[in-house]
Structures are given as C-alpha cells and as structure tokens.
C-alpha cells in the first residue's frame, strides 16, 4: 500500500512490532501485537495501541490525540503485511476495543478498499455471520487476508 506511515521494528519473530507517533502530544511509542486465537484455520488477533512507559504493557484504550491517526492506521497495515509475509498469509481478526474504535476501522478500510482488495481479502463480523466486506454496513469486527 502506498500510504504514508511511520518506520517499524519488528521483534526477531514478527509477532511485536513498534514505532514512534510524533504530534502535538510528544513523541508516543506504539504496539502492534499479533497474538495466535486458532490453528485451523490460522487466525492471529491483531492489537495495537500506546506501550505504558512504566510496565511496557499494550494499553489499548489510551486515546493519544497526537493528529496522526491516518500515519498510526497506515503503519499498523504495513504491519499486517510484514507479519502476513512471515506466517504463510494467516487470517487476522481485527476488533476495536470499543465500538468506536471498531468504527472508525470500518471507515478507513472502506475509504481505501479498491487498494486494500486488490492485496487482501476483507471480511466482516455481524449477526452472528462472517461474510465479504461491504461498503456502508456496520460490522462488529474484521479478519483480512493476504491473497
């Protein structure tokens, strides 16, 4: 994808990676978390959000209000094809922490979709069924795919 982020690191694994959101509020170090949730299929749960400088643990409920959250998504979607390159193109599951959050994730995929489309597949989560992304109707979460 051709959207601009900011520089990654990614742990010797590719299951952790980090970067940097500069803005107004600082410089904020930024996780992204891929956690296994099933074998077969291969499903990893995607988390991101701000580290907690004392415990180093993923808050993801912080709202950093740093005027970059379009570098913030865009990097956390480079993650996602770092991290799909490494593990054989997996499923990830992608939930906000609160509906708002899961929100705004719908918008910005709906927003780029043509892009993101021609490199994943996108499902979302509602009543109780997965199925194709659709423009304009409102999921409970997400799982993409590399093709």
């Excluded at 077969?40 to 995607?46: I, T």
């Excluded at 929100?103 to 490199?119: F, H, V, W």
């Amino acid at each position: 994808m051709n959207f601009k982020g900011y520089n990654y690191y990614a742990a010797s694994d590719y299951k952790d990676y980090f970067f940097y959101s500069d803005g107004p509020n600082g410089r904020i170090k930024k996780l992204v978390v891929y956690e296994k949730i099933n074998d077969e299929p291969l499903v990893y749960n995607l988390a991101f959000g701000d580290e907690d400088p004392e415990t180093g643990l993923l808050l993801d409920r912080v709202k950093s209000s740093n005027d970059d959250r379009d570098a913030i998504l865009a990097t956390v979607a480079h993650t996602i094809g770092d991290f799909s390159d490494h593990y054989d193109k997996p499923m990830i599951h992608i939930i906000g922490s609160t509906i708002v959050r899961t929100r705004l994730y719908q918008m910005s995929i709906a927003k780029i979709y043509d892009e993101i489309c021609s490199i994943y597949t996108v499902q979302g989560y509602r009543e109780g069924v997965w199925e194709f992304f659709q423009k304009n109707v409102n999921y409970e979460a997400f799982v993409v795919q590399k093709n």
